[in-house]
């Protein structure tokens, strides 16, 4: 019914930018709050960045003044602009849409199949 598709990884120097971006299809009523998360190899998946239906964000103090998360309504579609990127941050990232769909009962949680970044020299 509602289908998320990452892209934008790869592979960066320390210091480089990224931009992510995530476009949400499918049978969609109300697109909501959309987020980000990145599980690195051996560890959870974590939440960086969320942006309201309005535009209103929040970060993980880690990531504060140097990540960005955007979107576009019109195209169901968030992106993550993420410069001076450090190692530590290679992860998949994942974006996930809280959402309604045509016909259904309530809000759900959508997630996508995650890009990989790489933050290496």
């Known amino acids: 019914q509602v289908q998320l598709v990452e892209s934008g990884g790869g592979l960066v120097q320390p210091g480089g930018s990224l931009r992510l971006s995530c476009v949400v299809s499918g049978s969609i009523s109300s697109l909501r709050t959309m987020s980000w998360f990145r599980q690195a190899p051996g560890k959870q998946r974590d939440w960086v960045a969320s942006?309201?239906?309005?535009?209103?964000?929040n970060y993980v103090d880690s990531e504060k003044g140097r990540f960005t998360i955007s979107r576009d309504n019109a195209k169901n579609t968030a992106y993550l602009q993420m410069n001076s990127l450090k190692p530590e941050a290679t992860a998949v990232y994942y974006c996930?849409?809280?959402?309604?769909?045509?016909?259904?009962?309530?809000?759900?949680?959508?997630w996508g199949q995650g890009t990989q970044v790489t933050v290496s020299s």
């Open positions: 996930k849409a809280l959402a309604t769909v045509v016909g259904g009962l309530g809000v759900s949680d959508y």
């Open positions: 942006i309201t239906s309005f535009g209103g964000t």
